[in-house]
């Protein structure tokens, strides 16, 4: 009785996941996110074969701790640029997803553009989607056991190749082919490419939705960024109800029906298996393929498009479209600011870097000849592919000798030089306990290359 009444809780608590299959769709949503896929993946598996200046284009050499963007070459030292930038992005997420939903999920997400790749792989060998779950329901045919095998190989050949195209944006792509062929690739190599590889298999071929439902965060709390003037993909329920199957051509008032003809295409072709037409669904990705479908569907029977389409809530309930609302303004005018700001200082950047690090053990001290000492050590970062020869001198401390060993100091190109450096004064010269000093350092063969960072000099009180 008690496992009886057992089986009955766990039947009503857990249903089993039950494969689904999108039907193919064409139409302006279905182009648009093609030419996505083509367009993202053609950077993802191109760029890091590209070459400039006799070096990889894109290449993030973790070991090396440089990331070569083109002609930039940035370091760790440049972390606040990486910083803007993420701010940048996450302010982009929240700028579409108030315009416009889930235009991330639908057409640039890594989950969508992978699946849509493994999606176009299994219809080429295993047919339409009826011919998938015919295959899929029947029995072990040879017919099944070849198709079926050959999808999974070429899934396993493409998220291998993912993978180490993956790993080719960190260790050069030339090399990593080199090291591949020759079964010399180090462990790490070896790792990530596998790692990365099976991810995309999984995640791609096996996964799909259940990632995007289950597992993103995304879904989760995308509706605390919406409001009833968000674009959303929305069924158009007074005009499509009642539904209801009829002949091309016919009148449906006459029959009491409404524009919807309940042929359930918009529930084939959604990737996640959703029906649109029970309202808005956080497993809903964006990705316009119900309404490409449906607006087909409306052509054939010669109705007005629309039944399913890109509205708002506001919309729907009869009120007028507000897209340019203050929330949208001040994501935007956000979005432009800090963009410009991050180009702009992208284009002022100095591949110099100068640290000024006093002495902690002391805070000054008086030398025979009764003059006041700060000792500093100076930390040079040549950030330039080129070694430079820099001049050193001090300002801004009226009467101040600079004391080193060397006034003029190579430092080859992305090395880092401590430096010793004593300044002295007179303590008459004094104004003050704690007054600034100025560091130059300036690049004797590009003048243009110079970098200024104050220091303290502290001296007795008077």
């Known amino acids: ?52 200046d006799d070096r990889q284009a894109v290449l993030f050499d973790l070991p090396a701790r440089k990331f070569y963007i083109f002609d930039l070459v940035f370091w760790p030292q440049d972390f606040f640029y990486l910083a803007l930038l993420l701010i940048i992005a996450a302010l982009a997420l929240f700028f579409f997803t108030a315009l416009a939903g889930r235009l991330w999920c639908g057409y640039a997400c890594p989950q969508t553009v992978w699946t849509e790749v493994f999606l176009w792989i299994e219809r080429k060998v295993e047919g339409n989607r009826n011919k998938q779950m015919k295959l899929a329901s029947g029995t ?11 999808k999974h190989v070429l ?42 590889g ?14 995007c439902i289950y597992m993103c965060p995304y ?54 298996g959703i029906d649109i037409r029970e309202g808005l669904q956080y ?37 007028p479209l507000n897209v340019f609302r203050t929330r949208i303004l001040v994501y935007a005018a956000l979005l432009v600011l800090i963009t410009s700001g991050l180009l702009y200082a992208i284009s002022q950047r100095i591949p110099l870097e100068l640290d000024i690090i006093r002495d902690r053990n002391s805070l000054y001290r008086t030398t025979d000849e009764g003059l006041v000492e700060n000792i500093y050590t100076l930390k040079l970062v040549n950030m330039d592919e080129q070694p430079h020869t820099y001049r050193l001198w001090i300002s801004g401390l009226s009467g101040a000798t600079l004391l080193t060993r060397q006034h003029e100091v190579a430092v080859d ?23 600034e000093i100025l560091f130059h350092l300036q690049a004797l ?18």
């Open 1 to 52: 009785m008690d496992k009886q009444a057992n089986s009955g809780v766990d039947n009503e608590l857990y249903a089993k996941h039950e494969k689904v299959y999108p039907r193919q769709v064409h139409g302006l949503f279905a182009s648009l996110r093609v030419a996505g896929v083509l367009g993202l993946l053609g950077l993802y598996y191109l760029l890091p074969w590209f070459n400039w």
């Open 140 to 150: 072990w045919t040879a017919e099944r056991v070849i198709k079926t095998g050959g």
């Open 155 to 196: 899934w396993l050949l493409f998220s291998l190749f993912t993978g180490y195209t993956f790993v080719g944006w960190f260790t050069p792509i030339d090399e990593l082919s080199r090291l591949l062929l020759d079964f010399e690739a180090g462990p790490w190599e070896t790792f990530w490419v596998l790692f990365y």
């Open 198 to 211: 099976f991810a995309t298999y999984f995640n791609a071929g096996w996964m799909r939705e259940q990632v």
């Open 219 to 272: 879904a989760r709390f995308q509706s605390a960024m919406f409001d009833k003037d968000t674009l959303i993909i929305s069924y158009d329920e007074k005009r499509g109800e009642p539904r209801g199957s009829r002949k091309k051509g016919s009148d449906p008032a006459q029959q009491g029906l409404g524009a919807c003809v309940d042929c359930s295409l918009c529930v084939q072709v959604c990737p996640t």
């Open 283 to 319: 497993q809903c990705i964006g990705c316009a393929a119900c309404v490409d479908v449906c607006n087909e569907v409306m052509d054939k029977m010669g109705y007005e498009r629309g039944l399913v389409s890109y509205t708002t809530e506001n919309a729907i309930e009869g009120k």
């Open 413 to 435: 190109a992305g090395a880092v030089l401590e430096l010793p450096v004593r300044v002295r004064i007179d303590p008459y010269e004094l104004k003050k306990v704690s007054q």
């Open 445 to 462: 063969d590009q003048s243009d290359l110079a970098i200024t960072q104050s220091g303290r000099f502290v001296g007795p009180s008077h």
